[in-house]
């Protein structure tokens, strides 16, 4: 299975190595190091690297790459859902999972690692087992285990390990008892010149904080059920009913987890809810170009779009620019050509604008091609595939939880060309 694992950050330098079977040595992110060198971007470094005796298998999150070495065949999916897993195992553990978190609480790492695998396979994944095996680090526990020698090391197994539902620990109680959940989803477009969709897909998650006293049986219903496809569940759901009624009935975990993730693909018409009108032109003859975006919003229900992120990286020729904002802040960094404009909130009643000229070098001639333009959004209380929960039922305990549903839509690669 999984023999090591190398933590990298932005700039190169491998700051934590953590090994299962044997110690397979640094030199072996020679490769890896080739393939991000090739990358444009961080996120395009390929997802599997082969080398002549290993394989190298990453995920990129929080400006860290999380890179396990393989040596024998295991499927790709299932070494990155473990990777992935381990990162949120880390954010639960410490707020934030960075390289500053990861160094201060290194001992915790370790100790989390070496109860995650089990000589290179997966033991214990479940957040509420490992805290009853690892104690989440504290100040008071840490300066005690700094006096007293002691470690974050449970004395006794956890009690959910044993049981039938092993992602929940026995004997839990609140005296506010209320679970919310969390419809996330993220919006991938590409929008043409003329502003029709070239491509379009949404890709939702649903997250939960369930804080529910003893062992409670939840069901969720939705509206349009069958609007989900690529539906990927936590191992809590009971995958019979879904299929059979389109209804989760679940045993929840204790505190934060995804219940689940799923696709949403452009044959169901996914709604755009932004458009850009552009006009960005450049003379072959003229060291001046125009450059015009305006922004605004389409088919949101009335929901506010705030959040509002325009970037665009201009051609090599550009030189300068001097432009005017209707709303927000914009930056244009001359070095990388890389023009930022911070939007803000939407009001559909005046519309926000970037208008200006460009600066061009003399004797270049005209780009090749326009800029593309990327978009950064959020739409809270909307979910823009149409999703909604019908109802959230509780069986199983006496007493009556606070419920509480919230939806979201945000840009994930959202791309207009101009």
Known sequence: MIHSLFLINASGDIFLEKHWKSAVSRSVCDYFFEAQERASEAENVPPVIPTPHHCLLSVYRHKIFFVAVIQSEVPPLFVIEFLHRVVDTFQDYFGVCSEVMIKDNVVVVYEVLEEMLDNGFPLATESNILKELIKPPTILRTVVNTITGSTNVGDQLPTGQLSVVPWRRTGVKYTNNEAYFDVIEEIDAIIDKSGSTITAEIQGVIDACV????????????????????????????????????????????????????????????????????????????????????????????????????????????????????????????????????????????????????????????????????????????????????????????????????????????????
């Not at 505190?255 to 799923?262: A, D, H, P």
């Not at 051609?315 to 911070?342: A, C, E, R, Y």
């Open 211 to 418: 804080k529910l006293t003893g062992m409670p049986d939840l069901t969720l219903s939705f509206m349009n059920p069958r609007l989900l496809d690529d539906v990927s569940f936590h191992p809590c759901v009971r995958f019979k009913r879904w299929e059979s009624e389109r209804i989760l009935s679940f045993i929840p975990p204790d505190g934060n987890f995804r219940l689940l993730s799923y696709h949403v693909s452009a044959q169901n018409l996914v709604a755009i809810p932004v458009y850009v009108k552009h006009n960005i032109s450049f003379r072959d003859s003229s060291s001046l170009g125009r450059f015009e975006i305006t922004v605004g919003p389409k088919q949101t229900m009335g929901k506010t779009i705030e959040g509002v992120m325009v970037t665009s990286q201009m051609p090599k020729g550009v030189l300068n620019m001097s432009l005017t904002p209707s709303q927000g802040t914009h930056i244009f960094d001359p070095v990388t050509k890389l023009l930022s404009w911070d939007v803000g909130k939407i009001n559909p009643q005046k519309l926000p604008s970037l208008k200006g000229s460009m600066n061009l070098q003399a004797g270049t001639s005209k780009p090749d091609e326009n800029p593309t333009i990327n978009l950064q959004f959020k739409i809270q209380q909307l979910a823009i595939s149409g999703l909604k929960v019908n109802r959230l039922d509780m069986y199983g305990e006496k007493y009556k939880p606070f419920k509480g549903i919230k939806y979201m839509t945000k840009a994930g690669k959202f791309q207009v060309r101009t």
